[in-house]
């Protein structure tokens, strides 16, 4: 099973900043990656597949870059809507599997 | 409006069963591939199923479930069910599910508690 890393595990930030996530594979997933934003009490959200495309209804500051086993996600001017965990998960190899989460907060 | 609605969570003792569901609307659960996910307290996500498009399509399980839960759609009412059997107190979780794209899912419901206690 592929491992999906994580980090930092928790993130403080403040409105205006510009924010970068990691997430590491412990093996090649190629481009097979996807982010999502969860808030409390609601579902997981997609904002990005094919580690670089925005998916619809994604706001424009959110940019995925990366391939094989590195990948990043960033949020260029943090908004407050934004405040949430952020998770990563792999699509290349069954069973598919997410990282253990990146939560935003003040 | 695109959406899918789970229900049929709740509390239940070790070693019972359960019968989740997932009713999908403006789009047909039977053509697309569809995913369960589970959240447990304090966890990440978890990747439990996919099954492909078509009537007679394939399931994939990850070992952890593969003896104990089962799905199934129903074209009729345009319904996914996860039947679980065998529960355990580590299955209780938030249980989602999803339609899939090309392995991202793109579309999820709002989730459905289901506690073993």
């Known amino acids: 099973e592929v491992v999906m890393t994580q980090s930092p595990a928790t993130l403080s930030v403040s409105p205006g900043e510009r924010v970068t996530l990691s997430c590491r594979a412990s093996q090649s997933v190629r481009s097979n990656l996807a982010w999502y934003q969860q808030k409390p009490g609601q579902a997981p959200r997609l904002l990005i597949h094919g580690a670089s495309t925005r998916a619809t209804g994604a706001p424009a500051r959110f940019s995925g870059s990366g391939s094989g086993t590195e990948f990043t996600l960033t949020i260029s001017s943090l908004q407050s809507e934004d405040l949430a965990v952020y998770s990563c998960q792999q699509y290349d190899n069954w069973p598919y599997t997410f990282g253990q989460g990146t939560k935003l907060e003040i | 409006e695109v959406q899918l609605v789970e229900s049929g969570g709740g509390s239940i003792q070790p070693g019972g069963s359960l019968i989740l569901s997932c009713a999908a609307s403006?789009?047909?659960?039977?053509?697309?591939?569809m995913s369960w996910v589970r959240r447990a307290p304090g966890k990440g996500l978890e990747w439990l199923s996919i099954v492909y498009s078509g009537g007679g399509g394939p399931t994939r399980y990850r070992d952890s479930v593969k003896a104990r839960f089962t799905v199934s759609r129903d074209l009729a009412t345009n319904t996914m069910y996860l039947e679980l059997n065998g529960l355990r107190v580590e299955d209780t979780a938030v249980y989602y599910c999803?339609?899939?794209?090309?392995?991202?899912?793109?579309?999820w419901g709002q989730g459905t508690l289901v506690t073993v206690s």
């Open positions: 999803a339609r899939v794209g090309r392995g991202e899912l793109d579309l």
């Open positions: 403006g789009f047909s659960v039977i053509n697309s591939y």
